[in-house]
């Protein structure tokens, strides 16, 4: 019970113990929280389950009550901080908008949160393609989202026909490639400041060049602290 916070490790007076479910859901969050660092820092293949099991300050028995092992306790840390960025992400999108416009809010608060959260922006983009088949598998279905998505601006093109077939998919997979190598060499002080360029090779196969540098330059003027 040393993971519960003092208000949640007893009963108060009068009241219902917590059940067993909650107290587990509880110590889960805990160790995942403590397992990010531990994979961001470490790397997948250079954690053990004995690091994660001291950063989270808890049993080997309290681990394994919980997660079959490392594979298992990373892919519930990546679904997890997946889950999270996309609720997040979600939020803050404008609804009713352009596609275009929705490609750009989308695109500069998710490099806001990888600013804001490196080490768990480097578990899902770098530490991910190290932790094996399933691991993998999980990362291809979130790039085959995004694919998706992308695909959408062929509706706007007029030459939609005449776009190659693997467009978004090399698209997406570029743009994650850089992201991943800023997190390895830790460059994110300043990875908001991608965002001219990011948005304009995602969006100008679509709407074309002069389009595209307008509603970027909107876009930036409308983030843009007023006087």
Do not use: N
Not at 47 to 61: P, Y
Not at 140 to 169: F, K, M, N, V, Y
Request: hydrophobic fraction near 50%; aromatic fraction near 6%; charge should be negative.
């Amino acid at each position: 019970m040393a993971l519960l916070p003092e208000h949640l490790s007893k009963a108060a007076v009068g009241r219902e113990r917590l059940s067993r479910q909650v107290i587990e859901a509880h110590q889960r969050e805990h160790i995942l929280d403590a397992a990010v660092a531990i994979f961001a820092k470490r790397g997948y293949q250079g954690t053990t389950v004995d690091h994660l099991v001291a950063a989270a300050k808890i049993g080997v028995g309290s681990f394994y009550a919980l997660f079959d092992g490392k594979e298992d306790c990373f892919l519930q840390a990546y679904d997890r901080i997946v889950s999270a960025a996309s609720d997040q992400l979600a939020a803050t999108l404008p609804g009713d908008v352009p596609w275009p416009e929705r490609v750009c809010a989308f695109l500069r608060a998710s490099l806001a949160l990888i600013a804001a959260e490196p080490l768990r922006a480097r578990v899902v983009l770098v530490e991910v393609q190290t932790a094996g088949s399933p691991a993998l598998a999980r990362y291809q279905a979130t790039i085959d989202g995004l694919i998706a998505h992308l695909r959408h601006g062929r509706a706007l093109s007029s030459r939609a026909a005449e776009l190659p077939t693997t467009l978004e998919e090399a698209t997406v997979l570029g743009l994650a490639w850089l992201l991943h190598q800023r997190l390895v060499v830790g460059e994110v002080e300043e990875i908001e400041e991608l965002f001219p360029d990011f948005a304009e090779i995602l969006l100008e196969p679509y709407l074309g060049e002069a389009d595209t540098k307008r509603l970027i330059a909107a876009s930036i003027a409308a983030s843009s602290p007023r006087a």
